[in-house]
């Protein structure tokens, strides 16, 4: 069996480390704590954290102890890694309402009900709120330089637009949670992405002054993608956990249309899938890509991760359905879902419900003469039936929820018109 270490370099998550001789060593001999830090600058993390996230899985099914530190007191201050400029200071009642919803989105991840290593998930607003800022100056502060903050990366690539002594001192409040929970929980290692390394670092750095022990910091890629997109972004935004966000079906098909150059990698990033069965996967990439199974596979077990298997089911469902056509069984709300991002058009006039008028309403066909073409050569459905009438008009019995019609030309192309 490889080690933990072992297991996340194959799958290309092992970015940066410190100590690592000392901290496979470690890993070995005893159960350790370790923790991740996630700051509630919206109301859903998104699937960029998904890797910080299974990391911590990783760690616990490996034995170990995962602590989730959900920032309600750095999401107040704002992370200065990875931005250009200051984040905009949300209110401290609509970070602790955010906080407790990313508190239950990562309850689904971390067993707290294992006798040898549960999990945990804490506020960092528990132990920094008390402080007084005299506190922070002298306990926290005094052990940090000046010169070597100015170097680290999150804070040098902002010198020259700016930075505030607000998103400055964030690093010394990380530092701080880092030191806590090694007094309160025994906490010797700290996960984030390779963003936070000069983060990381200076808990290190702060634990080793104040305390006079070894801590351990490790770091996990941002993730990119082979063609040079955003990760995690679609056309109607990111792709959140939240369900109520993306729903289960949106989140599958994010997953479905990974590109072969991609899908080996991220079923190494996010998947409990083993090397062989990855390996398996990534023959068939090679040798059969057309049946994009590697890209099924990869759906099903992220959307089983974060929505269960219930959800993931329903997606496949509506998955098929889109496949085949054969629409008429679903309800509005799942028809709103599948087809979002469809080409739609809203209908508000009751004339020219005649088919040909409608394929020329929704964008399916550009011309009178192209829509008789298609409807005569069997090309045109609607609502999962083939029109071969060019006369046939439609009325509200036969719209999906009285209000929808749903156009296919060809195979692939569809149109939505909505009825008002």
Known sequence: MSTILEDLEYRGLLFQITDRDELEKLLAKQSVSLYVGFDPTADSLHIGSLIPILTLRRFQLAGHKPIAVVGGATGLIGDPSGRKSERTLNAPDVVQGWTEKIKRQLSAFIDFETEENPGIVVNNLDWSAPMTVIEFLRDIGKNFSVNT???????????????????????????????????????????????QWGNIVGGIDLIRRVAGAQAYGLTVPLVTKSDGTKFGKTESGAVWLDADKTSPYQ??????????????????????????????????????????????????????????????????????????????????????????????????????????????????????????????????????????????????????????????????????????
């Open 149 to 195: 903050m100015l170097s680290r990366e999150s804070v040098a690539a902002r010198l020259e637009s700016g930075i505030s002594f607000t998103e400055f001192s964030y690093m010394l409040l990380q530092s701080n949670d880092f030191l806590e929970l090694f007094r309160r929980h025994d906490c010797v290692l700290q996960i984030g992405g390779s963003d």
């Open 251 to 420: 989140f599958y098909q994010f997953w479905l249309n990974t590109g072969d150059d991609d899908v080996v990698r991220f079923l190494k990033y996010f998947t409990f899938l083993s090397r062989e069965q990855i390996e398996e996967l990534a023959h068939e990439v090679e040798t059969n890509p057309g049946a994009r199974k590697a890209q099924r596979v990869l759906a099903e077990e992220v959307t089983t991760l974060v929505h269960g298997k219930a959800e993931t089911h329903r997606a496949i469902h509506l998955s098929n359905v889109l496949f085949s056509g054969d629409i008429e069984g679903l309800t509005v709300s799942e028809l709103e879902d599948v087809f979002q991002g469809v080409p739609s058009t809203v209908v508000t006039s009751d004339h020219q419900r005649d088919i040909v008028s409608l394929l020329l309403t929704s964008g399916a066909c550009p011309s009178k003469r192209q829509a008789r073409e298609d409807i005569t050569s069997g090309a045109i459905s609607v609502n999962g039936y083939k029109v071969g009438d060019v006369e046939r008009i439609f009325s509200s019995a036969d719209m999906i929820g009285g209000q929808y019609l749903v156009i296919r030309r060809g195979k692939k192309k569809y149109f939505l018109l909505k009825f008002q």
